[in-house]
């Protein structure tokens, strides 16, 4: 089961809740947009912490603790924002999967998940915005595997300041 899920809902405020133990924590699908997920702790979840896909776009996570999930944010849908987050030990901190292309992540804290802690397997025609964020100690900080088998990893990145217009690697 899901903590929440939102199917054809819009325009949301999910706010100061406490999710424990769920399939997905907070789960967004057809047609969710413009929600805002403010300040809530989502831990334990068994599959996703918070999951958009669907055409869920335009939605933000602002100020949340996500930690404890197998994967703590998921995002297969447009022009999300992911800000101001602590996110850390989870198996994937922040994963952008298929066609998500102008999401945004910016201004977290991203460590000590066991796996990635930002990691896209996206085409390289979509295109998302890793800002300024604190990455490090996590098993690779950041993973990119585009259409193509290009692959780009960094394991070892201290602190990041790098704000990419794509994944686009050559």
Known sequence: TDGIALWH????????????NNKNGIRGNAR????????????????????????????????N????NNTAVYISSDQNQVVNNKISDNRIGVY????????MVLGNDIMYNNKFGVYTKTS?????????????????????YIKDSTKLENEHLMR???????????
């Open 9 to 20: 809902s819009s325009s949301n405020l999910i706010k100061n809740n406490n999710i424990y």
């Open 32 to 63: 969710s947009f413009e929600n805002n997920l403010v300040d809530n702790i989502i831990s334990g979840s068994r599959q996703y912490g918070v999951y958009f896909y669907g055409s869920s776009n335009r939605n933000n996570i602002l100020e």
């Open 160 to 170: 990041l300041t790098i704000k990419l217009p794509s994944f686009n690697i050559k």
């Open 124 to 144: 390289d025609k979509f295109r998302n915005i890793l800002g300024t964020n604190k990455i490090k100690l996590n098993r690779k900080d950041i993973a990119a």
């Open 65 to 68: 603790d996500l930690r404890n």
């Open 96 to 103: 952008f999967l298929n066609e998500a292309t102008g999401n």
